[in-house]
Every structure is written in structure tokens, then in C-alpha cells.
T-cell receptor, first 115, second 113 residues
Framework: GAGVSQSPSNKVTEKGKDVELRCDPISGHTALYWYRQSLGQGLEFLIYFQGNSAPDKSGLPSDRFSAERTGGSVSTLTIQRTQQEDSAVYLC?????????????FGPGTRLTVL | GENVEQHPSTLSVQEGDSAVIKCTYSDSASNYFPWYKQELGKRPQLIIDIRSNVGEKKDQRIAVTLNKTAKHFSLHITETQPEDSAVYFCAASGTDSWGKLQFGAGTQVVVTP
């Protein structure tokens, strides 16, 4: 079946502009995660959604970052007033949502470059 | 919150030799420890994981060991091959963080023929 998909694959924007990044999880997966990977660094947790529960936003670095998940499927990560330090690869992952040790399947990522 | 440290940051091994990567974690409530492999320009993929009720798990040339008392876990790759060259990430999560993985900084493994 289809894996996790993300769009766009690359995004170049100017400082101060808003951007939206999209994630399509694996069909049937109730848990969805966003991570950020800066050049040569590990993955930094941003936010996760599980079913109809309130999202865990504890990893969002500032109030310029927000995310929503419509209909329990597609998710959009929005970064307002982008800054150069926001440049990174944004990875989405999904899991079956049955337990804390479900395998997380990652998407290919969106490479964001803020000029 | 959880903090995961990973060592070494780079590891160069001769083909056929073994590679060992070590991680330590801070939260004693963590109970799930996956390892991901990320090849250049590709997405991370799970290669092996271990739960806190087990001390060791093996899958062909890959094994993971967990020491809950010392709060550290390790990845062992035996008989390394050039296709093992990649960045490896360890991670940890607990029931209170429910799948929210805290990742180590990664280890760049280079296997030379």
C-alpha cells in the first residue's frame, strides 16, 4: 500500500512569509507526528495527533508554528512569518495508534529553505 | 522531559568488522527504544526496536541490548557491508509520552571495502 506522503518536497520562501506543509498518513493510521531535522542533526519532535484527542503541541518551538489534522487523516503544518532558522527538513510520520510502541513510518520530508 | 545522548557521532569500520553505537537516556519511565537508519537523502526507516521487558533482541546481523538499570542501550551490527553505510538514530519513548520519540543526534557509519 501507499506509504506516508508529503508535499511539497521542496519549498523556498522569503523571510517573513507564511508556509504550509502537507502530510498524508498511511490509510487507517490514527497517530500522526511532525518532526524537524536540521542539517546534520537528529530529529526534533514538534507535535503529534492521536485520534480525536487534543494534540500534543509540546515540541512546537514558537507560536509561529501550528498544525491541524482534518478528518483524522491529512495534516497541515503552518509556519507563520518564517525565519532563516526555520530552514530544515520537516518530516511527518504515522503509526497505527494502538500503543506507544507502534512503529512510526516516515514520509520523505519537505525541505524548507528560508532566504 | 526525556534526553537521549548518542555516541559516537561518526564511525568508520572496515567491511566485515562490527560496529557498535551507544545511547543513554534520562527518563526511567521510558520503555520503548527503536533504532532508525537513514540513508542519504532518504526517509528514516525502523531497523530494530526493543521494549523495556527485554534485555536483548537480534535480527540477523543486527542486535540491540538494553540495560535499564544504567539507562543505556546499544546497537550492534556484525559483518558490516557497504550498504550498512548510513546515519543511525536511536530514540526513546514512554507510556506517558505515548509514542513521542526523543531522538539521539545520530551516528554517521561509513563502511569501507
Amino acid at each position: 500500500g501507499a506509504g506516508v506522503s508529503q508535499s511539497p518536497s521542496n519549498k523556498v520562501t522569503e523571510k517573513g512569509k507564511d508556509v504550509e506543509l502537507r502530510c498524508d498518513p498511511i490509510s487507517g493510521h490514527t497517530a500522526l507526528y511532525w518532526y524537524r531535522q536540521s542539517l546534520g542533526q537528529g530529529l526534533e519532535f514538534l507535535i503529534y495527533f492521536q485520534g480525536n484527542s487534543a494534540p500534543d503541541k509540546s515540541g512546537l518551538p514558537s507560536d509561529r508554528f501550528s498544525a491541524e489534522r482534518t478528518g483524522g487523516s491529512v495534516s497541515t503544518l503552518t509556519i507563520q512569518r518564517t525565519q532563516q532558522e526555520d530552514s530544515a527538513v520537516y518530516l511527518c510520520a504515522s503509526s497505527a495508534g494502538t500503543g506507544s510502541w507502534d512503529e512510526q513510518f516516515f514520509g520523505p520530508g519537505t525541505r524548507l529553505t528560508v532566504l | 522531559g526525556e534526553n537521549v545522548e548518542q555516541h559516537p557521532s561518526t564511525l568508520s569500520v572496515q567491511e566485515g568488522d562490527s560496529a557498535v553505537i551507544k545511547c543513554t537516556y534520562s527518563d526511567s519511565a521510558s520503555n520503548y527504544f527503536p533504532w532508525y537508519k537513514q540513508e542519504l537523502g532518504k526517509r528514516p526507516q525502523l531497523i530494530i526496536d526493543i521494549r523495556s521487558n527485554v534485555g536483548e533482541k537480534k535480527d540477523q546481523r543486527i542486535a540491540v541490548t538494553l540495560n535499564k538499570t544504567a539507562k543505556h542501550f546499544s546497537l550492534h551490527i556484525t559483518e558490516t557491508q557497504p550498504e550498512d553505510s548510513a546515519v543511525y538514530f536511536c530514540a526513546a519513548s514512554g507510556t506517558d509520552s505515548w509514542g513521542k520519540l526523543q531522538f539521539g543526534a545520530g551516528t554517521q557509519v561509513v563502511v569501507t571495502p
